[in-house]
C-alpha cells in the first residue's frame, strides 16, 4: 500500500511563501499521479493541484491558485518519491489542511477530484496570518 507523508506546513504572513513536500514510499511509485487538496475551517475539501503519473508532464490547478502554486516531483529513486506544492503571494484564504494525494495511473490531472483519490496523506495546517 502507498504511504504519503507531508511536511512543510506552518505559520506565514500575507504575502509570503511556503513549500509543502509529499514523501511516496512503496512501489510502484512513477505509475500514480499526485495531487494536492485543501480543506478549510468550515468547508469541502478542494482540489488544488496535480502531476501527472509516470513523467509527470502535465499538471493542472484550481483558478485560485493558478499562478500562485507550482506543483512537482523528482523522479522516484529505489525507495520513495518527493511532491513538493510551491506556494507563493500567500492570502489569509489559503489557510487551510493540506493533503497529499495518489491517483492510481495512468492519470494526466484533466480534473482534481476527491473521488479519483486512491490514497492519502495525513495533511498538514497551513495558517496564513498576519
Known amino acids: 500500500q502507498l504511504q504519503l507523508v507531508e511536511s512543510g506546513g506552518g505559520l506565514v504572513q500575507p504575502g509570503g511563501s511556503l513549500r509543502l513536500s509529499c514523501t511516496a514510499s512503496?512501489?510502484?511509485?512513477?505509475?500514480?499521479?499526485y495531487a494536492w487538496f485543501r480543506q478549510a475551517p468550515g468547508k469541502e475539501r478542494e482540489g488544488v493541484s496535480c502531476?501527472?503519473?509516470?513523467?509527470?508532464?502535465?499538471?493542472?490547478?484550481?483558478d485560485s491558485v493558478r499562478g500562485r502554486f507550482t506543483i512537482s516531483r523528482e523522479n522516484a529513486n529505489t525507495t520513495y518519491l518527493q511532491t513538493y506544492l510551491q506556494m507563493n503571494s500567500l492570502e489569509p484564504d489559503d489557510t487551510a489542511v493540506y493533503y497529499c494525494a495518489a491517483i492510481i495511473g495512468p492519470y494526466f490531472c484533466s480534473d482534481i477530484l476527491e473521488k479519483l483519490v486512491d490514497y492519502w496523506g495525513q495533511g498538514t495546517q497551513v495558517t496564513v496570518s498576519s
Open positions: 512503496r512501489f510502484p511509485l512513477n505509475h500514480y499521479a
Open positions: 502531476i501527472s503519473s509516470n513523467g509527470g508532464e502535465r499538471t493542472n490547478y484550481a
